[in-house]
C-alpha cells in the first residue's frame, strides 16, 4: 500500500482544482439532512487524481467533515485526511480515551495495512467551523487556486473560503 512517507507526500504534493462543485452544497441521495459536494483535484507534478469531500449537516452547521481521497487507477478511493467538527470521538484502533474537540483523521501505514478504513484521529485548533476549517484544509492539502475556483487568504481577519462563485465570502 503506501508507507507513512509516501501518504505524507501524497496530502502535502502541491494540487491544483479542476471542477469545483456546480452549485452550494446540496443534499445528500443517502443521507437525510446531510448536504455534501466534490471538488476534484490534480497534483501538479505527477497528475495524480484526487477529490475533496465535504458533508454538512443541514440543519446544524457546525457539524461536518472535509476530506481528501485519492483516486486509484482500478476505481478505489483511499481516503488521506479527514478535518471533523468538534464532536466526541474516540480511537479505537488505539483504545485512547475519548475526547470532545476538533480534531483531523490521517491515514497511516499501520492502519492501511490491517485494512481499517477509519483512523485514528488527533484534536487540532486549526479551525473552528466549516469555513475555518475548509481554508485549512486546503492549506494543509496544499491545495492551490489556480483556476480562480477556491480562493482563501491569509490576510482576511476571518480566514473564511468560498468554493462557490462569488469568491471569499
Avoid at 494540487?15 to 466534490?38: W, Y
Avoid at 470532545?100 to 499501520?110: K, L, P, Q, T, Y
Avoid at 491569509?154 to 469568491?167: L, P
Amino acid at each position: 500500500m503506501f508507507s507513512d512517507e509516501e501518504i505524507g507526500s501524497l496530502i502535502s504534493c502541491e494540487k491544483k482544482v479542476t471542477q469545483r462543485p456546480r452549485k452550494p452544497l446540496v443534499p445528500d441521495k443517502n443521507r437525510e439532512f446531510i448536504l455534501s459536494g466534490k471538488i476534484k483535484c490534480v497534483s501538479t507534478t505527477d497528475a495524480k487524481e484526487f477529490y475533496v469531500f465535504l458533508k454538512q449537516h443541514a440543519l446544524l452547521p457546525d457539524q461536518f467533515s472535509i476530506g481528501l481521497m485519492l483516486r486509484i487507477k482500478d476505481g478505489e478511493d483511499i481516503n488521506l485526511v479527514r478535518f471533523n467538527c468538534r464532536q466526541f470521538h474516540k480511537n479505537k484502533n488505539t483504545n485512547t480515551e475519548e475526547f470532545h474537540d476538533f480534531h483531523i483523521h490521517r491515514a497511516s501505514e499501520r492502519e492501511l495495512l490491517q485494512g481499517l478504513s477509519k483512523f485514528d484521529a488527533f484534536r487540532t485548533s486549526l479551525y473552528i467551523n466549516f469555513n475555518t476549517a475548509l481554508t485549512e484544509f486546503c492549506k494543509y492539502c496544499n491545495i492551490r487556486d489556480t483556476n480562480g475556483v477556491i480562493l482563501y487568504n491569509d490576510n482576511i481577519a476571518t480566514g473564511q473560503v468560498s468554493i462557490f462563485e462569488g469568491g471569499v465570502s
